[in-house]
């Protein structure tokens, strides 16, 4: 992953939240899609409870993962296309650049694809010497701006109309208009001239279907369509995980999908690509690939406790209901997987010590699973990873994130079993807070280390005689 | 279903204990009224939830297991915070999972423990616990005892059965508000934040006063109004519905 640009979480989210348009925008996007999703999942013919069943299937698949895949391969081979599985990011990056080079490529048009961000393609292509161009608006903008995805689905919501409108004058070279309608204008101009001259076109996949052989992409602006199909070769990466067994269960998936990524019953267009064209086509590349990647989901697989992260088919519902995310954007965890679901596979694909800011910054409030199509228990996968971080793994290679704090837990579970140790400190704390600036009754500063607490907030000062010592003494007898 | 002349054993969250004990005064004057029989270990000291959620989980079992030696005894148990339910509900369990023996004597604490409003309400079938009540309500759900008990409307039918009181529903009032334990100290800013937003719903929904289930929550909502000089109440339910 050598995108990943390893930002301080939490001076990014102070960064964040010092901006008002960020802030704003975040409101508004979780206004919108955070309670849209759950209406939409209300009106679901079989209710919402189908998010449960397809936890189920998501279940059984990944647990058949290797013969779902094979299924896969072999359905896709015998439709004339060829498949690559990459063991990591390098060996992915490697056999499009040499696929890219086969055919000469000096241009690439690109459909959303985090997985394509997952494993730096961009940058990969463009030190080959290879041009390439992002084609969903969003991305489009943001690779403009030189800037990264601030979230899965909406990769531009932390730049306004304004900042567009400048980014496109100086960029594209338009007189300076604020008017989205003609922002949209002219990215489509720039855009279909690209299309017209690629030699090759990239794509990510929603999720395959190994019954029929084909991988799925869910846009609603048609540029995956048109980078799938029009350039002479198109090279799709999938994360091994993203695939369904049958039809059958691929059209729930698809459908939760589409209602947790925009509360959209369908998105606009949904391709099934299967191979290349046949040769009576008119339409469609000549050469299709299929990269399946696995860069660290083998050992996710291995283990039961972590393995329903696997089930995650990156719709960014979750995004869209966290009270984190709401506050600090997607740039504060340092990669384009934010939210809750960065916050779990971040520290499981790229390093549970790196990213432990991003699995213990989180309430554990529980949002996410209520908005997660396929129900996964993320505050369960939160909780487990940070208990690595408390003792440290050896299987992982996670060392102890802190030994005060486990200095401070150990003398916690001391103090717990022993009423009377556990008086004597809240007596001495009653003690100790009479030094302590007050307002109003309320305690202004608490020293280190909970002095976080009180930048922002005041809080109330220890009782002078505890409930168990009023019962004791019968005060309340 | 449970019998409502079981003697009810007070579970007291730590932060009632030591910060709010007049909320567990309450709460003890409710039951009082109802005609229920009370005990209240007084070995007992914290759950384990605070070293649980930081990953701590030895120290959570060592928590855990004091818990259960002093609560298995008990006929019924019932706790004024739904965070603490949820840990001894669902996380003991998990914490013991290896465990057959401990398991099962978790098992069984866990399936007697309630929150209070779930256990006024649900086990013991009253809404109208007769209280008055001078102002204007909000209420602010707790996420553990909202998305981890599906606790949402027993505590919303107690406060609209108030004399006296004017019952509103600020906006997101299912939203996180900050606290998270360590969170709101390690992340200090990220949880003041997060506060700033609750305490923005509740004041622009014209309360005077905010209720709820969980001194956690409410001590985050509590420290917020206190430093921006906004001034509204914070109640536990079981103040509220003392009065």
Known sequence: MSEITTADYIAEAKRALNNPVLQSALTDLQNRFGRGTALAYRNLPEGPDLRLKAHDIRRKTIANLDIVLETLVANIRKNGGQVFFAHDADAALEYCLATARRHQVKLAVKGKSMVSEEIGLNTALIGAGIEVAETDLGEYIIQLAGERPSHIIAPAIHKSRKDIGSLFADKIKIPYTDDPPSLTRAARKALREKFLAADM??????????????????????????????????????????????????????????????????????????????????????????????????RILADEEFREMLYCIRCAACLNVCPVYGKIGGHSYGHPYSGPVGAVVMPLLAGINRFKDLCQGETLCGACQDACPVNIDIPRLLLALRAKLADGDAGWQVSRASIPEKGIYTLWSWIVQNRRLYDFFLRLAGLGQSFLPKNKGMIRRLPPPMSGWTRGRDIQPVAGKSFVDRWRSGDIN | MSDPNKTVTLFIQCLVDGIYPEVGEAMVRIFRKLGINLICPTKQTCC????????????????????????????????????????????????????????????????????????????????????????????????????????????????????????????????????????????????????????????????????????????????????????????????????
């Open chain 1, 201 to 298: 076109g990239f794509s990510g996949c929603n999720i395959a279907c190994a019954e029929t052989g084909h991988i799925v992409t869910v846009s609603n602006e048609g540029n995956i369509r048109m980078s799938t199909t029009m350039p002479k070769v198109h090279v799709a990466i999938m994360g091994m995980e993203r695939v369904a067994a049958r039809l059958a269960d691929h059209d729930i998936l698809l459908r939760l999908l589409c209602r947790g990524a925009a509360a959209q019953n369908m998105g606009t267009y949904v391709s099934y690509i299967g191979g290349p064209r046949y040769l009576q086509q008119v339409d469609g590349p000549d050469e299709f690939h299929l990269v399946i990647l696995d860069n660290g989901r083998s």
């Open chain 2, 48 to 243: 384990g939830q605070p070293a649980f959620n930081a990953g701590y989980r030895r120290e959570a079992g060592v928590a855990a297991k004091r818990f259960i030696d002093i609560f298995e005894a008990a006929e019924v148990i019932v706790c004024p915070s739904g965070s603490c339910v949820t840990m001894v509900r669902h996380h003991y369990p998990q914490l013991f999972e290896d465990d057959d023996s401990w398991l099962q004597r978790a098992r069984q604490v866990a399936a007697k423990t309630y929150e209070l409003t779930e256990y006024i309400v649900d086990v013991l079938g009253v809404e109208d616990l007769g209280a008055h009540y001078d102002g204007t309500i909000t209420y602010h759900d707790s996420c553990h005892l909202l998305r981890n008990l599906r606790v949402k409307a027993q505590p919303r039918k107690l406060l609209s059965k108030i004399s006296g009181a004017e019952f509103i529903e600020m906006n997101d009032a299912d939203r996180c508000c900050g606290f998270g334990g360590s969170f709101s100290v390690k992340y200090a800013d990220i949880s003041a934040a997060m506060a700033a937003d609750k305490v923005d719903n509740i004041i622009a929904c014209g309360a005077d006063t905010v209720v709820g289930c969980d001194m956690g929550c409410l001590m985050n909502i509590q420290g917020m109004l206190s430093r921006k000089g906004v001034d509204i109440k914070i109640m536990h339910i079981a103040q509220i519905l003392a009065a």
